[in-house]
């Protein structure tokens, strides 16, 4: 059974960090690409990054470019989202994802198959 799982969410102060996890059950990351996605109330899911299961190639939004780091442990089946220098507006239910392809994208959610359940970061004083 495919299975992707979240941790790490939380409350944090504008400008702090968090790590997020996404441990994969059921495949491995030599064949799945894995995308970080987020949705805020009212707002349509929007791609953060993505890691390519051929090369570990890395892909971020305009948004979080320079502040967030993807990276991946294939022993450990995890993909990681480091998150620095948080804003208001990155609260959001932050979704891991896998797609069957070498090289990911984020900008068309129909390409992920399986998900996770998501978790909460919220950035608040």
């Known amino acids: 059974q495919l299975q992707l799982v979240e941790s790490g969410g939380g409350l944090v102060q504008p400008g702090g960090s968090l790590r997020l996890s996404c441990a994969v059950n059921g495949f491995t990351l030599d064949y799945y690409s894995i995308g970080w996605f987020r949705q805020a109330p009212g707002k349509e899911r929007e791609g953060v990054s993505c890691?390519?299961?051929?090369?570990?190639?890395?892909t971020y939004a305009d948004s979080v470019k320079g502040r967030f780091t993807i990276s991946r442990d294939k022993a450990k089946n995890t993909v990681y989202l480091e998150m620095y220098f948080l804003k208001p507006e990155d609260t959001a239910v932050y979704y891991c994802?896998?797609?069957?392809?070498?090289?990911?994208?984020?900008?068309?959610?129909?390409?992920?198959?399986?998900w996770g359940q998501g978790t909460q970061v919220t950035v608040s004083s």
């Open positions: 994802a896998a797609a069957r392809v070498a090289f990911c994208g984020i900008a068309f959610r129909w390409q992920y198959d399986y």
């Open positions: 890691i390519s299961s051929n090369d570990g190639s890395t």
